[in-house]
C-alpha cells in the first residue's frame, strides 16, 4: 500500500487594523501652541513699538537691577565705583524715576508749607495770649475779674474761660441776662479778637443742677445756648467781626470743669476758643467760607476799641 501524504498546514493570518496616520491629533496641539506662540509674540512686538523710550530703559534697568537693590533700595550698581559691571542704567534721568522724586519733591514741600502755617498759626496765637493777658493786667476794671478768666494754650487753639463765682455771676440767676462786669470783660475781649485771622468757638456751660422750670421744656441746654448766644452779641458789640465765629453751642454740663464738684460755681462759664487752622479745619471741616478782608475793615471802623 502507498504512503497517505499528510494534509497540508493550515495557515492563519492576523491582520492589525489601526487608524489610518492621517487622522492622528498630535500635529493638531502642535499647531494650536504654535499660533498661541506666534500671537504672544506678535502682542509683545505691537506693546513694545507702542511704548515710549524713556519706559522701556525704566524695564530694562528694572530687570537688570541686582535683587538686592530691587528689594531693599539704595544706589544702583552702575553709580557705584566698582571696576565691575552690573546693574542697570541709571535711573535718575528715565521719566518714570522722575516722576516719583517729583511726586516726592511736592510732598516735601506740602509737608513744608503746613509746617510754616502751623508755626505761623501758633506765634499768632501766642502773641494774641500775651496781648489779653496784658490787657487784664493793666485795665484795672478787669483785674478786678482777673480770678474769673482764665487764659490756657490747647491743642485746638487759645481757649478764654469766664467763669462764676459763688458771689460774683456773670448772669442773672437762671437766665441770659448778662451782668455790667460780665460785659466789661466780654467787651475787652471781643475788642482784642477784632484783628485775630482765625475763627473762633464759643460755648456756654452750666452745672449740673437742673433747671427749675424744666417741666416747661426749657432745661439747662437751652441757658447755655442762650448764654452763649448773649456773649457773642457783646462781642460782637465790642469789634468782633461776626464773621469770625465759626460755631456758637450750649454744652449744659456734659464738660465740666470741676468734675469732681457738679455743682460748683466754676463749671457754668463761658469758653472763648481761638481756633488753630488745623483745629478749625477737624472741627468744621474745610468748607468754611473764607472771613472777607472789608468786613474786617469795616468792623474795625464801626466799632473802635474801648478806653482803658
Given at each position: 500500500m502507498a504512503e497517505k501524504k499528510p494534509p497540508p498546514p493550515f495557515i492563519v493570518k492576523r491582520v492589525k487594523k489601526s487608524g489610518h496616520a492621517g487622522h492622528s491629533a498630535v500635529w493638531k496641539i502642535a499647531y494650536a501652541d504654535f499660533v498661541t506662540a506666534m500671537m504672544a509674540f506678535f502682542l509683545l512686538m505691537w506693546l513694545l513699538s507702542s511704548t515710549a523710550k524713556e519706559e522701556l530703559q525704566g524695564i530694562q534697568a528694572y530687570f537688570a537691577a541686582p535683587l538686592k537693590t530691587a528689594l531693599t533700595g539704595g544706589e544702583k550698581t552702575s553709580n557705584g565705583s566698582s571696576v565691575i559691571p552690573g546693574g542697570g542704567d541709571d535711573l535718575t534721568r528715565a521719566h518714570g524715576q522722575n516722576r516719583n522724586l517729583g511726586l516726592q519733591e511736592a510732598k516735601r514741600r506740602r509737608m513744608e508749607l503746613e509746617a510754616a502755617r502751623a508755626r505761623q498759626d501758633r506765634e499768632r496765637i501766642e502773641s494774641l495770649q500775651a496781648r489779653i493777658a496784658a490787657l487784664i493786667t493793666e485795665t484795672p476794671r478787669l483785674s478786678e475779674y482777673r480770678s474769673q478768666i482764665r487764659i490756657d494754650?490747647?491743642?485746638?487753639?487759645?481757649?478764654?474761660?469766664?467763669?462764676?463765682?459763688?458771689?460774683?455771676?456773670?448772669?442773672?440767676?437762671?437766665?441770659?441776662?448778662?451782668?455790667?462786669?460780665?460785659?466789661?470783660?466780654?467787651?475787652?475781649?471781643?475788642?482784642?479778637?477784632?484783628?485775630?485771622?482765625?475763627?473762633?468757638?464759643?460755648?456756654?456751660?452750666?452745672?449740673?443742677?437742673?433747671?427749675?422750670?424744666?417741666?416747661?421744656?426749657?432745661?439747662?441746654?437751652?441757658?447755655?445756648?442762650?448764654?452763649?448766644?448773649?456773649?457773642?452779641?457783646?462781642?460782637?458789640?465790642?469789634?468782633?467781626?461776626?464773621?469770625?465765629?465759626?460755631?456758637?453751642?450750649?454744652?449744659a454740663a456734659s464738660d465740666l470743669l470741676v468734675p469732681e464738684n457738679p455743682r460748683a460755681p466754676a463749671n457754668r462759664r463761658i469758653t472763648i476758643t481761638v481756633l488753630t487752622q488745623e483745629a478749625e479745619e477737624r472741627l468744621m471741616g474745610k468748607g468754611l467760607p473764607a472771613i472777607p478782608a472789608a468786613a474786617l475793615l469795616d468792623e474795625k471802623q464801626e466799632h473802635p476799641a474801648p478806653d482803658r
Open positions: 494754650m490747647t491743642p485746638d487753639g487759645l481757649l478764654i474761660q469766664i467763669t462764676d463765682e459763688q458771689n460774683r455771676p456773670m448772669f442773672d440767676s437762671g437766665s441770659a441776662l448778662v451782668k455790667p462786669y460780665m460785659r466789661d470783660i466780654l467787651h475787652a475781649i471781643g475788642a482784642a479778637l477784632g484783628g485775630v485771622e482765625n475763627r473762633i468757638s464759643l460755648a456756654g456751660h452750666t452745672d449740673a443742677v437742673p433747671y427749675g422750670n424744666s417741666e416747661r421744656g426749657y432745661s439747662n441746654w437751652e441757658l447755655s445756648a442762650d448764654r452763649a448766644n448773649a456773649s457773642r452779641r457783646e462781642l460782637v458789640s465790642a469789634g468782633m467781626p461776626d464773621a469770625k465765629l465759626g460755631r456758637v453751642v450750649g454744652l
